[in-house]
């Protein structure tokens, strides 16, 4: 069994003059992040390591949720502006040997490719995670695999 863990960024601000990929967290999504990433660590939700899209406000969110876990971090630009094929893609990268992985990314790709594994229909608000039980012993059977939701928490709710 692997878990999948989806992560969208926490709110962000949007400053005049600033690129999307160059937006930062606003103070509630400095907040929530710390809020959340101490929720999961506290509920024992284990993750072996962390792959963001490299676009400002993901990334602080995943260095957020690191300070709880202290793990590897990597980036991957996939996970920016993402189809539901682009996470697919970094899934078949993934290295066999961890078994619970987290991605950081955007709307509306993330709630696009949740709902394309999952039949819980849902809609990402900023911060908000949900945690997947993928059935299978490498990350390349991911398509075919089951998939089952475990979890789905929304920091206003926790």
């Known amino acids: 069994m692997k878990k999948l863990i989806l992560v969208r960024h926490a709110k962000s601000d949007w400053p005049e003059e600033t690129e999307d ?6 103070d509630k999504g400095l907040t929530d992040a710390m809020h959340m990433s101490r929720f999961l660590k506290n509920n024992n939700i284990s993750i072996d390591h962390f792959v963001s899209s ?42 066999d040997t961890l078994n619970s992985v987290a ?4 709307n509306n790709g993330i709630s696009n490719f949740a709902n394309s594994i999952s039949e819980d229909i849902f809609h990402f608000p900023t911060c908000g995670v949900a945690g997947f039980e993928v059935d299978c012993e490498s990350w390349s059977e991911f398509d075919g695999a089951k998939k089952k939701l475990l979890f789905f928490y929304e920091p206003g709710k926790i």
Not at 76 to 91: A, G, H, M, T
Not at 103 to 106: I, P, Q, R, V
Request: net charge negative; with cysteine.
């Open 21 to 26: 990929f160059d937006r930062p967290l606003a």
């Open 54 to 95: 490299p676009a400002v406000r993901a990334l602080n969110t995943c260095k957020i949720f690191n300070q709880a876990y202290q793990l590897n971090c990597s980036t991957d630009e996939k996970l920016y502006n993402p189809s539901e094929r682009s996470f697919e893609s970094v899934i078949y990268d993934l290295d």
């Open 103 to 106: 991605f950081f990314s955007h």
